[in-house]
């Protein structure tokens, strides 16, 4: 091989791996991207990076496994992040709960947005953590935000959010999915709706 052609490979070489480092580093310092290309990479670069599927479940083995298999019993996605979709959401004794059901969601690269495939089976109750973020986009927080892009998250109160989903059409609100970040203790510490035109 020709010593230009080996500096073009190593050139290439070099650009290819910047890239995954860049990509790899999506989704840090609690910012996600809310565009469903620059998500589906950074999800993708994360199953790469662990070398398979993405699990919500924390893994067997190794030290401490008891304690975090008799945590997850009690709070089966403490810790984790998953993706849903809700049936209702309602407030009772000062706390925000939700009625979730897994989902699965895809890019559709035609129109730049999410595609929900909503989950089967039985919902279950979780319960929001008072200083939860809830981050909302259309449609569930409607198109009145001036100035913003519709699929921007704009924060919202989990009141709010209650309300809001409480207001949305039965058809449209089965569509609508949203990112859950689950704290230590089973309790969801952020709420973000995934943008539908």
Not at 96 to 114: G, I, Y
Not at 165 to 179: F, W
Request: glycine share 12%; aromatic share 6%.
């Amino acid at each position: 091989m020709s010593d230009s052609r080996r500096r073009a490979t190593m050139r290439l070489l070099t650009v290819v791996a910047f890239g995954a480092l860049v990509l790899t580093g999506c989704g840090e310092n609690g910012k996600e991207p809310t565009d469903p290309t620059e998500r589906s990479a950074a999800e993708a670069a994360g199953t790469a990076q662990s070398g398979g599927a993405q699990t919500a479940a924390p893994s067997d083995g190794g030290e401490g496994s008891q304690e975090t298999q008799a945590s997850t019993s009690k709070a089966p996605w403490a810790g984790t992040k998953q993706f849903v979709t809700i049936d209702k959401a309602w407030t009772e004794g000062g706390l925000t709960h939700l009625s979730v059901r897994p989902a699965q969601k895809k890019v559709n690269t035609q129109f730049d947005t999410w595609e929900i495939t909503p989950g089967t089976g039985a919902f279950t109750t979780v319960t929001m953590a008072k200083d939860a973020r809830v981050l909302l986009t259309v449609p569930v927080r409607g198109d009145d935000a001036s100035g913003v892009s519709r699929g921007e998250p704009l924060p919202s109160s989990q009141a709010q959010f209650v309300t809001l989903l409480a207001q949305l059409d039965s058809g449209v609100a089965a569509g609508v999915g949203y990112d859950l970040s689950f704290d230590g203790e089973g309790q969801v510490a952020k709420l973000q709706s995934v943008y539908r035109p």
